[in-house]
């Protein structure tokens, strides 16, 4: 007789791994995530800045807004603008509602982690499977349990899964390694004079090195003090990747000065590593059965969406329940 699966532990608290682990403990299962950065929310991220009189600014770094077209996400929407988290930014050209965080697009991970048993900054170097998954993070601690849902960047997924020896059909394997992520740099900062970005806030831009730009206060996350993000295209990230910040920072600024003045009161730099995928698997997840039940999950299993991501999540749990 099949053992009766008991408790879960999920690397990654991007939106993937909360709504996996969000329907795991709803029937039951005892459910751990852990993730080596300081909040949840993964490439869903918000930062908060200040100016030199104190005055508080906010930026969303990572994803800019979110897209519902699956059914299966309806409830959660309702809830999430039930709660105060979530508005409606506005309607794009082909009429698909784009929805934004009241306080920025992190306060939906933030949400969704308030019940569940969350460890942050614990970031997992080893996988192993002796009877059930055991994982070890670079603090020495240990956690164990019968299932494990990967949700890393497919890449570092991989890494953890050769790291471990967890063995891989010699043809999935190679699938799953054609997947490639871009990179993306990131700016946010407080500009020294406004911007003039239209409404409603957010402008994706064809041509030269910058691919998004955003004023945060008119999208109306940062009510308080003016807020820029821009987004690098992937092939300026590429080469620009290891750059020293100012030189980024200049050469970005220049790009977008119809819009903004270039000048920072304060500036800030992320580098997205693993941005988006570009090319996906075709199932929402993958669950494999040896050497004992794992799902790798995320957007690569989908769509360069939150939804997809979202989406991914709920299939890797649902393949769990199923199993
Ligand atoms: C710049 C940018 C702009 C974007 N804009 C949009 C947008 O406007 N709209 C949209 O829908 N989507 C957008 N996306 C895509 C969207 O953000 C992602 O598709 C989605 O958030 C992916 O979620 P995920 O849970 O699959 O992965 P992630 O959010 O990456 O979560 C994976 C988690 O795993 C953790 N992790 C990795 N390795 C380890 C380890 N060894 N140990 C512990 N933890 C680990 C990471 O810290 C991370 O928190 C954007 C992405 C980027 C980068």
């Not at 080596?36 to 930062?47: E, L, P, W």
Request: one cysteine or more.
């Amino acid at each position: 007789m099949k053992k009766k699966l008991q408790d879960c532990l999920i690397i990654g608290s991007g939106i993937c791994g909360l709504m996996a682990a969000h329907r795991l403990t709803k029937q039951g299962m005892v459910v751990t995530i852990l993730d080596k950065g300081r909040g949840a929310g993964g490439r869903i991220a918000t930062r908060r800045l200040a100016t030199s009189g104190g005055i508080e600014a906010v930026a969303d770094y990572g994803a800019q807004f979110v897209t519902v077209s699956d059914r299966k996400l309806k409830p959660f929407m309702d809830e999430w603008r039930k709660s105060g988290i979530l508005k409606l930014w506005y309607q794009d050209e082909k009429k698909n509602d784009r929805y934004i965080g009241i306080h920025g697009l992190r306060d939906i991970t933030r949400h969704l982690a308030r019940n569940l048993t969350v460890h942050q900054q614990k970031k997992v170097i080893q996988i192993s499977h002796e009877g059930n998954w055991i994982v070890k993070n670079t603090d020495d601690s240990c956690f164990q349990a019968d299932v494990l849902i990967l949700t890393p960047p497919l890449p570092q997924s991989l890494e953890l899964l050769r790291l471990g020896n967890i063995p891989l059909e010699k043809s999935l394997l190679s699938e799953l390694q054609k997947i490639r992520y871009t990179k993306c740099i990131a700016i946010m900062g407080i500009p020294k004079k406004p911007g003039l970005i239209p409404s409603p806030g957010g402008l994706q831009l064809r041509e030269g090195p910058v691919q998004w730009i955003a004023d945060n206060q008119k999208k109306g996350i940062s009510p308080h003090c003016p807020s820029i993000t821009i987004h690098a295209e992937h092939q300026f990230s590429e080469e620009y990747y290891e750059k020293p910040d100012e030189e980024i920072v200049s050469v970005l600024g220049n790009a977008v000065k119809d819009w903004i003045s270039g000048e920072w009161e304060t500036v800030k730099i992320h580098r997205w590593k693993y941005s988006r995928p570009v090319t996906f698997f075709p199932e929402l997840s993958l669950l494999l059965r040896n050497p004992g039940p794992l799902v790798l999950a995320g957007d690569a299993f989908s769509n360069a969406r939150v939804e997809s991501a979202a989406l991914s999540g709920l299939d890797a749990a649902d393949k769990l329940l199923q199993h």
